[in-house]
């Protein structure tokens, strides 16, 4: 019994021996590999840059006066794209028609914003956005807090949001 035991025990070492030696292996692969494409936790120049485009692009956007949408509409021509336009479209059509009846003034602002993901021209953030309405006509007051997944490309050099989903 004690061969058997000494047998084991030589046995166990060498598979730990081994285990240790892969795990080794792959640990210095790992690091001689760019394996790492998302610089949103190592770029602190890059994401400060891109969450504070986002940041400005959506209070823009989404603050809107009844006796100015055209300043709303041309933010929203300079700084959503894609998807994010069409959706945003879609939200604010009903808001232009309501507005002047009600003379609508809707204000936002982004509260906390994060980079998710940050590769190379395309970033995601997840971003609390605070939506204040107040109706001129009898001064009724109602606030809002959004949650948004947000799309980011780099278009000639600036940040343009290109998705917006709210969770």
């Known amino acids: 019994m004690t061969a058997v035991r000494k047998h084991g025990a030589a046995l166990l ?3 730990l021996l081994i285990g240790a030696g892969v795990a080794f292996w792959q640990a210095d692969r790992a690091r001689d590999t760019d394996n790492v494409g998302n610089f949103a936790q190592v770029d602190d120049s890059g994401t400060e840059d891109v969450v504070s485009a986002v940041s400005t692009a959506l209070v823009r956007s989404f603050t809107f006066d009844y006796s100015n949408p055209e300043a709303t509409e041309k933010a929203a021509d300079e700084v959503l794209r894609g998807d994010a336009r069409k959706d945003y479209d879609l939200l604010f059509a009903t808001l232009r028609k309501k507005a002047p009846g009600q003379q609508l003034v809707l204000s936002a602002k982004v509260q906390v914003s994060a980079v998710k993901e940050l590769e190379g021209d395309r970033a995601t953030l997840l971003v609390f ?3 204040a309405t107040q109706r ?3 001064k009724e007051a ?4 959004a949650q948004l997944s947000v799309d980011a490309r780099r278009i000639d050099g600036d940040w343009r949001v290109t998705g917006l989903k709210t969770l």
């Open 129 to 131: 956005l605070d939506q």
């Open 13 to 15: 070492t060498v598979v």
């Open 136 to 138: 001129v006509t009898d």
């Open 142 to 145: 109602s606030y809002y807090a």
